[in-house]
């Protein structure tokens, strides 16, 4: 349908930013409601096909065989004995497999040189069966010769980089501290995390002559494609990626991983689909890794809690040759205010999987860090938590003097304390052998965007239909991009169609950093208004005398059913966003604030959250229900980051001894208490055409710290070193 004549393309033009309120014109009534995914009732009746869920007849699996060392050379293998057992297809071996997995933003993906070791558990062999029992059995049987490799196992010796484009400094931290009225001068560790979506690494490989078709489980489709294409040595036009259901990705499925190029080359060598899916162990021992943080926090204040200056160092650690580091310090410039400051990073050396972004890199274990450095200054200073934080917020971003496109800290701060009754909070309060305590924290993330495409469709029958290759990770795009094309057009959300998660189809800037409404809800937001004008033109009259609502156009004077409009055929635009259309050199980011309340066993030393709130403002609310969720979910992971959640590696030969989520301690339902999320009312204009700001990540960013700054207030003891387990609080 979109081959036919009435096609066009739009792009965004953005007049001045007190005219950029125009999703407040519509009238449909979408935006912002809690409106239900139209995804949700597939997803709980099982009928939305996962990555491992549409199988192709024929269909062989593929196990992988993994590095027992952390460092070596594979020398050779068993793989002829390994042939030749029932149900064998092949074992496959050597260059075919990514060193680690890619990183999402970037269009390569690399491959590891023949047989070289980095890791334990890093996969170097895939041995295809009829049957996955066969082909597990199979790998168990393969036997590695290797020569081993000195490998860096214990943090205590790797080594340390400075890279000199991480180190910033202003006016003089040093004499800041000496003249400050109180400091705080204290190292922070966090945890190594694991992403651990639920649905594992999956992918269906398929080739039909030269062109692959991957069913795969992945967050930004359009470098997918590009990785893949590059792993495999084809053309991307090639690679066809689909992947209309994500069952979490939390940033371990930014980039393709081992499954998708073992499985695509193992089809295209057997002539015959492949399907590859990693077990639990293996995405925690294979996947992304969060690093392990040391953060070294000073602060200064003068005698009214005024801030002077402000450090921050961190340290990380990350693969040999891997160029990502944990941005832990990315927020600290502008939450703040503080005008000697220095912030800086260093990056270990050392022979664990690959270190990546996980939910929220950066602001979710700098901001906690940094919240807790903040607690301790209300403390020595005796100044009110909210209040101190109140008096520290910068009029601009103090690092370099920007602008903010739109600043509610305040009123999140206020928001918060006035639901959670912080002034009412009870001091020294029991509850049995439970010793009752309040901790709050600011959160902040950066917000961002990136360029999308989609392409919407007005058909005949006055239906619409939304078509781009962005991804539902369980964020909700679905319902957004519903709600946004059907408040533009006026049409009800039954009679709107979305199509996700096809590389095929105009390509977004995917699912991650926040950035996945603002960005492909902006194009789709951009094709909609382009078919607005088209309507009010064809009505002769401009599109601001237009209404459009319930599938109809009305003027002062007329009045016509949408299918009037294509009775030549469905009208069809393509949308386009770009960063540069919105972006003014603006600071954007949204902010928030957690108020937690805690127990702490007086015997056991076990912390138990017994309420928690967060208030949040990231500009226009798309839809308050899976905002709200997204909120939850992040604060979830806060209680993780604070209470339970840890990568333990053995020091001695560098394997994951807590590998399984048994072991792996992602909060529970017993864990989380009843939360509570409010949005504060904001419109951020320099954002986006819908005002709207990333939320996705938020809700974890600095949400350990209320949890930490609680056990603190309840029991006395400061805990540096999360997650905080009780033998560090008895
Ligand atoms: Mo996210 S950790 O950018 O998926």
Redesign the pocket.
């Given at each position: 349908m979109t081959d036919g004549i009435n096609i066009s393309t739009a792009e965004l033009t953005m007049n001045e930013p007190d005219d950029r309120n125009r999703l407040d014109v519509t009238v449909q009534g979408l935006i912002h409601t809690g409106m239900d995914r139209p995804d949700g009732p597939l997803k709980v009746s099982g009928r939305a096909t996962y990555a491992h869920e549409d199988q192709p007849a024929g269909m062989m699996t593929g196990v992988l065989v993994r590095a027992p060392v952390a460092g070596g050379q594979i020398t050779g293998l068993n793989a002829e004995a390994v042939r030749k057992l029932d149900g064998v297809r092949d074992v496959f071996h050597g260059k075919t497999f990514l060193r680690n997995p890619a990183q999402?933003t970037a269009n390569e993906a690399p491959v590891q040189p023949d047989g070289k070791i980095s890791y334990i558990g890093q996969p170097v062999a895939l041995v295809v069966a009829d049957t996955f029992e066969q082909a597990r059995h199979a790998a168990h049987m393969i036997e590695l010769q290797i020569t081993p490799e000195d490998a860096v196992t214990d943090l205590d010796v790797a080594e340390i980089e400075t890279p000199k484009d991480k180190q910033s400094s202003q006016g003089d931290l040093d004499a800041a501290l000496s003249d400050a009225a109180y400091t705080v001068d204290e190292t922070y560790r966090t945890s190594g995390h694991s992403?651990s979506a639920m649905e594992p690494h999956a992918a269906i490989a398929q080739w039909d002559g030269g062109k692959l078709t991957l069913r795969g489980s992945y967050?930004m489709l359009k470098y997918n494609v590009n990785e893949l294409a590059d792993a495999l040595g084809v053309d991307a036009e090639n690679v066809h990626i689909l992947a209309p259901y994500v069952g979490g990705?939390?940033?371990?499925?930014?980039g393709i991983s081992h499954e998708a190029v073992a499985a695509a080359h193992a089809a295209r060598e057997l002539g015959a689909p492949v399907a590859v899916v990693l077990s639990r162990q293996q995405v925690l021992e294979a996947t992304m890794r969060r690093s392990e943080t040391v953060q070294h926090i000073k602060l200064a204040a003068d005698a009214d809690g005024r801030m002077t200056g402000i450090g921050h160092d961190s340290t990380v650690s990350q693969l040999l040759d891997e160029s990502f580091a944990e941005p832990v310090s990315q927020a600290t410039p502008f939450l703040y205010r503080g005008e000697n400051r220095e912030i800086g990073m260093h990056i270990k050396r050392i022979n664990r999987m690959c270190a990546g972004?996980?939910?929220?890199?950066g602001e979710a274990v700098g901001i906690t860090a940094l919240e807790i450095a903040m607690d301790e200054l209300a403390d020595v200073s005796g100044i009110d938590p909210v209040e101190l934080r109140k008096r520290n917020i910068p009029e601009v971003d103090p690092s370099d003097g920007r602008e903010f496109s739109s600043h509610k800290l305040a009123e999140a701060l206020d928001d918060g304390a006035k639901t959670f009754g912080w002034a009412d909070r009870e001091a020294g309060k029991t509850d049995g052998e439970w010793l009752i305590g309040y901790g709050m924290s600011s959160a902040t993330r950066v917000n961002m965007l990136g360029e999308s495409h989609a392409r919407v469709t007005l058909n005949e029958d006055g239906s619409l239909l939304v078509e781009t290759d962005m991804t539902d990770?369980g964020t909700g795009t679905y319902a957004i991009l519903t709600q946004i094309a059907g408040e533009m057009l006026g049409v009800p959300a039954d009679r709107v169609t979305v199509r996700l998660g096809d590389s095929s189809l105009p390509k977004a800037a995917g699912?991650?950093?926040?950035w996945g409404a603002a960005s492909s809800g902006g194009s789709v937001f951009v094709a909609c208004e382009a078919l607005r004008k088209k309507i009010a033109e064809t009505m002769g009259v401009e599109e601001r005398d237009l209404t459009l609502q319930d599938g109809v156009a009305t003027t002062n004077n007329r009045r016509a059913d949408l299918p009037e409009f294509t009775k030549n055929g469905p009208f069809t635009v393509e949308g386009t966003i770009n960063k540069g259309d919105t972006q003014t050199d603006r600071r954007q980011a949204t902010f928030g604030a957690f108020f937690a309340e805690v127990g702490v066993n007086s015997v056991t030393g076990e912390t138990r959250v017994r309420r928690m709130h967060g208030s949040f403002a990231a500009g226009r609310i798309l839809n308050a229900k899976t905002a709200r969720s997204q909120c939850l979910g992040g604060m979830t992971f806060g209680i993780g980051m604070a209470l339970t959640e840890e990568l333990m590696f053995d020091k001695r030969d560098g394997h994951l001894v807590n590998n399984d989520l048994a072991e792996y301690h992602v909060p529970v339902n017993l864990d989380v208490p009843q939360l509570t999320v409010n949005f504060v009312q904001e419109r951020d204009p320099w954002a986006n055409p819908m005002q709207a700001k990333g939320i996705?990540?938020l809700g974890i960013c600095g949400a350990g710290a209320s949890i930490i700054n609680a056990i603190y207030d309840a029991c006395g003891v400061r805990v540096r070193d999360l997650p905080a387990t009780m033998d560090k609080i008895l």
């Open positions: 999402g992403s967050q990705g939390f940033g371990s499925k930014l972004s996980v939910r929220a890199p990770i699912s991650g950093g926040s996705g990540e």
